[in-house]
Each structure stands twice: as structure tokens, then as C-alpha cells.
């Protein structure tokens, strides 16, 4: 019974190909959020969703979108990966923004660019 | 300025031996403390936090951590390891601010080895 369900585990693109992670969830949370996680280092967070409310980071490139049509479903959108776009990207989730909430995390998607 | 520091990237450790993983802070507003762990191939999963009260805090698999405000550290503990704590560990603060967004920063990562 996962909660946070993340689709391909393992994505492999060419430079320059747009490429599009998902993430689903069957808790019913209101945030959505994604991380990028290159090797041994810590996760980096790239934008939340509050309900429909998109918020970027302001450190996050423009080469990375969002979506979330709804509740549910939450999408990574790279439209021009890079080499250095290569990471695992974690999907998360928490009832509120609260300071205090956890995080559910899936179990990442794995990206290669060839 | 806020951040998250764990001061160790591996430890290993034999297995049935005790382990501390170091974490500090530093923030000049209240905060929020998490421990989450990631085991090879897999999202994280929240260990343990602190929110208030008690400054010990027991989480799951039997590991525990302690808030000490004087020293801003947050280590975590366990008194005897097994093969299965092999994972890396990842110390996490939530900065409580006033804004409508949560800020909420990860350490670098401690990967503990459990050795035979």
C-alpha cells in the first residue's frame, strides 16, 4: 500500500530531450512537493504545490516546470535537460505547510541524460 | 544565516556497537528538528523530530535523538546497531518563520556502515 508512488523508477532522456517525471499520492495531502538529490548530497527542493498554488524557489532554473492537475497527481516537467540535470528526484508530500508537518516521500526517480 | 550541518559524510560502525550521528544548526528563529533516513534505492522515511517538551525523542527502529538549544545540536543515537541500519541519514531542520511557506533544510547526509 504505497502512499507516495513515483513512475519511472529509472528515466533515461538524451541532452536536450524534454522529459517528464510523476508522482502520485493516495493520501489525500494537500502539498505537493519535488526535491532533486544528486549524488551524496542533500535533497534540494525545487517547487511545491499548496492545492493548486504553485511556489518556486527562487534558485530553481526555468528549465524546470510543474504540474498538478489535481490532487493527486503531480508532474516534473525538465523541457531541455542537461548532463547536470542528471539526479534522483523525489516526490513528497505533507497534510499542510506547517512547520511541524513530515514529509512522505516516494521512492525517486532516477535520471540519466545521455 | 539558517543552515544544517552533519558533521560526518560515512561512519561505519560493527554490528551490536553503539553510534552517534552529529548534527548542528544554526537559526536565529524557533525550530522544527527531523531525522529521516534513506535506505539504498528508496525515498526517505521521517525517523524521529522534535517539535517541543522533552528533549529526548525516541523514534522508530530504536534510535533516538537529543535537542540541546545551548549547543544547537541535534545528534542521534542508537545503542547497538545491526546490518539493516546500513543507510544514509539525513538530519533536517524546519525554520519556523511567519511567512506562508515552510522552510525546511537538509544536512549533507551521514551514510552509516554496519559491519559484520
Known amino acids: 500500500d504505497a502512499m507516495v508512488i513515483q513512475n519511472p523508477r529509472y528515466q533515461v532522456t538524451q541532452f536536450g530531450k524534454p522529459v517528464t517525471l510523476s508522482c502520485s499520492q493516495t493520501?489525500?495531502?494537500?502539498?505537493m512537493y519535488w526535491y532533486q538529490q544528486k549524488s551524496s548530497q542533500a535533497p534540494k527542493l525545487l517547487f511545491h504545490?499548496?492545492?493548486?498554488?504553485?511556489?518556486n524557489e527562487a534558485d530553481t532554473p526555468d528549465n524546470f516546470q510543474s504540474r498538478r492537475p489535481n490532487t493527486s497527481f503531480c508532474f516534473l516537467d525538465i523541457r531541455s535537460p542537461g548532463l547536470g540535470d542528471a539526479a534522483m528526484y523525489l516526490c513528497?508530500?505533507?497534510?499542510?505547510?506547517?512547520?511541524?508537518?513530515?514529509?512522505?516521500f516516494g521512492s525517486g526517480t532516477q535520471l540519466s541524460v545521455l | 544565516a539558517q543552515s544544517v550541518t552533519q558533521l560526518d559524510s560515512q561512519v561505519p560502525v560493527f554490528e551490536e556497537a553503539p553510534v552517534e550521528l552529529r548534527c548542528n544548526y544554526s537559526?536565529?528563529?524557533?525550530?522544527?528538528l527531523f531525522w529521516y533516513v534513506q535506505y539504498p534505492n528508496q525515498g526517505l522515511q521521517l525517523l524521529l523530530k522534535?517539535?517541543?517538551?522533552?528533549?529526548l525523542v525516541k523514534g522508530i527502529n530504536g534510535f533516538e535523538a537529543e535537542f540541546n538549544k545551548s549547543q544547537t545540536s541535534f545528534h542521534l543515537r542508537k545503542p547497538s546497531v545491526h546490518i539493516s541500519d546500513t543507510a544514509e541519514y539525513f538530519c533536517?531542520?524546519?525554520?519556523?518563520?511567519?511567512?506562508?511557506?515552510?522552510?525546511?533544510?537538509f544536512g549533507s547526509g551521514t551514510q552509516l556502515t554496519v559491519l559484520p
Open positions: 513528497a508530500t505533507s497534510r499542510s505547510r506547517d512547520s511541524f508537518e513530515k514529509l512522505f
Open positions: 493520501l489525500n495531502h494537500n502539498v
Open positions: 504545490y499548496y492545492d493548486k498554488d504553485f511556489n
Open positions: 537559526s536565529s528563529v524557533s525550530v522544527y
Open positions: 522534535y517539535l517541543s517538551g522533552s528533549t
Open positions: 533536517a531542520v524546519s525554520f519556523v518563520s511567519s511567512g506562508s511557506a515552510r522552510q525546511l533544510t
